[in-house]
């Protein structure tokens, strides 16, 4: 079955930098769209951080992280990553990995992100 799992989180001090991964299995991997969200705490809606193409061409959606957070893929290890620069208190959150089939769309448990002063 399809499963994502996010590894790579951890705490870091402002200015810091973290990479995330999510490693997939039970389907073809490099056929498939994959996107990074987040979700705050305090009942925060969850954020679309960005998504990276089936060819390796990502797009940051989010203005909170364009210029600092990055996202990439490779194919041969069935990995999504994001690379997260000059983070701040405000990235706190669990990062979460999608990709979708058709209407349905399959999540990784999350990691979390802790960035304290």
């Known amino acids: 079955q399809v499963q994502l799992v996010e590894s790579g989180g951890g705490s870091v001090q402002p200015g810091g930098s973290l990479r995330l991964s999510c490693a997939a299995s039970g389907f073809t991997f490099r056929n498939f769209e994959m996107a990074w969200y987040r979700q705050a705490p305090g009942g925060k809606e969850r954020e679309l951080i960005g998504y990276v193409t089936k060819s390796g061409i990502s797009f940051a959606t989010a203005d909170s992280v364009r210029g600092r957070f990055s996202i990439s893929r490779d194919n041969e290890k069935n990995t999504m990553y994001l690379h997260m620069a000059r983070l701040k208190p405000d990235d706190t959150a669990v990062y979460s990995c999608?990709?979708?089939?058709?209407?349905?769309?399959?999540w990784g448990l999350g990691t979390q992100v802790t960035v304290y002063s």
């Open positions: 999608k990709t979708r089939f058709g209407f349905d769309n399959y």
